[in-house]
């Protein structure tokens, strides 16, 4: 609209003009935060900044040493929001806004020196903030009397221009640190040393435990295959063994069939016809000799009596013999009864043979009697 100005939300509007003064007798009023309606021709307006800014402060300073020190500090600052701030600094800055940057450097530069040169080397290393507080306190009302409010105050740095007392100042704390670093480094290269010992260690022992569980199950796996390998052909030796045994139990029963055959079919009956040969020659000797008895005695009578007295003896000499023979019957008590029973017969024959042999010699003798007596 024609006539009606709005400042910007960090700016503050200062309407100057016209018969009514602003409020405290300032020059000018001031108007924030909205617009407000200017009269053209009678009206002039003015906009002030309310942003915040910096300023810088590179400054010399002697210490309660008498060291120079260069501190270098940076200051935030604006105007302030109240109406008297805004009237102060536009009354001051309004025309050239940038002077207040200048105009606040000098004036911390000048607290700066106040209170460094207060202060020893130790005191302003080791208390920046007791430093910053102190100049903050000693600017506060100047700047306040400007229009100006201060945000922060920062201590950049502080050197004492090559001269090598804050390094030597530092120094003890610094081989203490270096010194503590160093110890504490020490100590993590050790840590770091045994922690990779005792890793190399723990996987030296996991690879001796894996050869040796490979080493296992493969002894076991070569046991396994060679048993497998090894079942077939002892099986077949196993089977073909007991096919040799059976084989040697069955010619062990043909062998000994065969020695029971021999010995039914060939050694016994050759020792029955031994032992009866013998018995008949026996007989045959012992007839001989009663033979002979009785040509001595001439006397048949007594020989047919000695020999019928001489008989039982023979068949039990036979019989006896036969014992001796020590002859194995197949049939038991049968067949030996049946030996029992052909030696009788052959003594029975044997007596035949003597009494016709007697009787006939009898005959023979008589028929010689007669002759001679005739």
């Not at 920046?128 to 922060?152: F, Y």
């Not at 922690?195 to 490979?214: C, D, I, L, M, P």
Request: glycine content about 8%; aromatic content about 4%.
């Amino acid at each position: 609209m024609f006539g009606y100005r709005v400042p910007a939300p960090d700016e503050a509007m200062l309407i100057s003009g016209g018969k009514n003064k602003a409020a405290g007798g300032a020059p000018f009023r001031v108007v924030t935060g909205h617009g407000a309606f200017i009269l053209p021709f009678f009206r002039k307006v003015r906009f002030l900044t309310l942003s915040m800014t910096e300023a810088e402060v590179t400054e010399t300073c002697v210490t309660k040493q008498a060291i120079a020190l260069k501190v270098r500090a940076v200051i935030a600052f604006k105007v302030g929001n109240d109406t008297e701030s805004i009237v102060n600094a536009g009354q001051r800055f309004l025309s050239d806004q940038e002077q207040m940057s200048v105009l606040t450097g000098r004036i911390f530069a000048g607290h700066l020196r106040s209170i460094v040169g207060s202060m020893t080397v130790e005191e302003i290393v080791t208390e920046r903030q007791k430093l910053a507080n102190e100049v903050l306190d000693g600017s506060a009302v100047e700047m306040a009397k400007i229009g100006l409010t201060i945000d922060s105050l920062q201590i950049q740095s502080i050197d004492d221009m090559e001269l090598g007392y804050i390094a030597a100042m530092a120094a003890p704390h610094n081989a203490a640190i270096q010194r503590e670093a160093q110890i504490a480094q020490a100590q993590a290269d050790q840590a770091a040393a045994e922690a990779a010992q005792e890793s190399a260690r723990r996987q030296a022992e996991y690879t001796r435990q894996t050869s040796v569980v490979q080493a296992k199950y493969k002894a076991e796996v070569d046991k396994a295959q060679a048993e497998a390998a090894q079942a077939g052909p002892l099986a077949e030796a196993q089977a073909w063994r007991d096919v040799i045994n059976a084989r040697t139990e069955l010619a062990q029963r043909e062998a000994e069939l065969r020695q029971q055959q021999l010995v039914s079919e060939v050694v016994k009956p050759a020792e029955a016809d031994a032992e009866r040969v013998r018995v008949l020659a026996r007989a045959e000797a012992e007839a001989m000799e009663i033979r002979a008895a009785a040509a001595a005695s001439h006397n048949r009578v007594a020989l047919d009596q000695a020999l019928i007295e001489q008989l039982p003896q023979i068949v039990k000499e036979a019989a006896s013999g036969l014992q001796g023979a020590n002859v194995n019957v197949l049939n038991g008590t049968d067949g030996l009864g049946q030996i029992a029973a052909g030696l009788v017969g052959q003594g029975l024959s044997i007596l035949d043979s003597v009494k016709s042999g007697l009787y006939g010699a009898s005959d023979d003798e008589g028929d010689s009697t007669e002759l001679a007596r005739s």
